[in-house]
């Protein structure tokens, strides 16, 4: 186990490149087994969900070859079959894109039920109706998931929930179906418009990806491709957080500012400067930012994953705020924690209400979560003295080098050895 020793109070100054999106690339991988040549993925994040993706193909017998910056290639002809069975699969939630891309690629397919950030029940239900619309069995026993198909058959298939997760599986197990297939109330998010333009790269037929409604004709094959992901919205969200956290100013490099939006908006809201240029956002807040209210909703609204480490800013930001979460039902685990920092924290539901404090004060804190860990640097970040945060393995899961970003940006950070907790 591993912590993070911050020496916070230090001006964020400089600029940050910001990676492949996590959250794209987390489905683009195992989608990579649907072609039957090989791939080329550019722009893929160094973190630890993408590396276990990577070491599952290879045990799938997927051929990986890392051909340096950030760039890999993943020829699955040779396999036979798609099971992730081992802990590894249990580890991360992405590890169920198996499902839909097993479904495509040999109408069957074995994974681990999945595990993921602590951030609620997180039910699979969705993705199972997806699944059996288009004529597949699905088993869940022993903590595992099966599902097969004699024949896959497009269909028309409503969400009850809007959910990313359940689009995107579904897609996955659509490209090739015989048919039509429909699914209306899809997520919107950037990284379904990155899977769909993925599996368009391959030879599929997907429509209107980043609507409420999305057209698959499937094709009896799907070729390989070269594609680069996305940048990280949310990685660069937490920088923009940083930044205004450390009254700083920071050059946030290739991002998609549309993808921003509701981000910017906010900050400019509590005072923030933003300025854009082209692929480029420029961070900058010389005084103490002022409150917000903020409602998490599905995109284009504020992003569910950036509300921890916006509640960092609003612990130290002028005035009363609040942050509504609509998305998850578990996702203020970080709130205790910012509390023993001395933040002024009140949970009520689906509400979190924060009263600006002046400042924080350092202290050995945990993370629970990926979002949860990026708000205890933030709050770290924030305040002269010493904090630790320990079980960072949740963080490393999905901000590529986040401490030689930040130590560029010239916070003082270093990753040290938990002695305690490996005895
Ligand atoms: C993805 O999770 C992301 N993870 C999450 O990011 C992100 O917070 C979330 O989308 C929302 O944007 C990955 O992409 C790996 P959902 P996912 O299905 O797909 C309910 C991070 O920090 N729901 O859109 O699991 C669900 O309980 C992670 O990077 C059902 O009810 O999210 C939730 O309330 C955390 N039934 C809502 O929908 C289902 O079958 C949205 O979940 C599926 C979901």
Not at 45 to 59: A, G, V
Not at 92 to 115: N, Q
Not at 209 to 219: E, H, L, P, S, Y
């Amino acid at each position: 186990m591993n912590k993070f020793i911050i020496q916070g109070g230090k001006k964020l100054k400089g600029e940050v490149e910001i990676s492949g999106f996590k959250n794209a690339a987390v489905a683009i991988l195992p989608a990579s087994i649907l072609a039957e040549g090989k791939v080329v993925i550019e722009n893929l994040p160094n973190i630890s969900d993408t590396r276990t993706l990577l070491k599952i193909l290879e045990s799938m017998n997927a051929t990986v070859i890392p051909l340096g910056n950030n760039t890999v290639s993943i020829e699955p002809a040779k396999m036979k079959e798609c099971k992730a069975e081992h802990d590894m699969a249990s580890g991360l939630r992405a590890s169920y894109y198996f499902l839909g891309a097993g479904l495509g690629r040999f109408h069957k397919a074995k994974v681990a039920y999945p595990g993921g950030c602590h951030i609620g029940s997180r039910p699979i239900d969705q993705h199972i109706k997806g699944f059996e619309a288009l004529g597949a069995k699905v088993k869940i026993e022993q903590g595992m998931i099966s599902v097969q198909a004699r024949e896959l058959k497009g269909a028309k298939i409503y969400l009850d929930v809007v959910s990313v997760g359940a689009t995107i599986n579904i897609m996955l197990a659509a490209v090739k179906a015989k048919g039509q297939t429909i699914i209306e109330n899809a997520a919107k998010e950037p990284h379904i418009v990155d899977v769909a333009n993925f599996l368009n790269a391959m030879g599929a037929k997907v429509k209107g990806a980043g609507t409420d409604t999305i057209k698959i004709q499937g094709v009896k094959k799907l070729g390989g491709c070269e594609h680069a992901i996305i940048p990280d919205q949310i990685e660069a969200g937490t920088y923009m957080i940083a930044a205004a956290a450390t009254r700083g100013e920071v050059l946030i490099k290739n991002v998609i500012p549309k993808h921003l939006e509701s981000i910017t908006a906010k900050l400019i809201e509590m005072d923030v400067t933003i300025d854009e240029n082209g692929d480029e956002i420029r961070v900058k807040a010389s005084k103490r930012t002022k409150s917000a209210d903020i409602k998490t909703l599905v995109y284009p609204g504020f992003p569910t994953d950036l509300q921890q480490p916006m509640s960092s800013l609003l612990a130290i930001s002028e005035g009363t705020g609040s942050i509504t979460e609509n998305i998850f039902e578990g996702r203020f685990k970080h709130v205790n924690e910012l509390k023993r920092m001395g933040a002024s924290i009140r949970v009520e539901g689906k509400v979190a209400i924060i009263e600006g404090v002046k400042k924080l004060s350092p202290a050995t804190v945990k993370a629970s979560d990926l979002r949860a860990g990026a708000a205890l640097i933030i709050a770290a970040l924030s305040t002269k003295g010493t904090t630790e945060i320990y079980e960072v393995e949740h963080i490393l899961r999905g901000y590529d080098r986040i401490e030689e970003k930040l130590q560029n940006l010239g916070a003082k950070i270093e990753l040290a050895e938990d002695k305690e907790a490996d005895k």
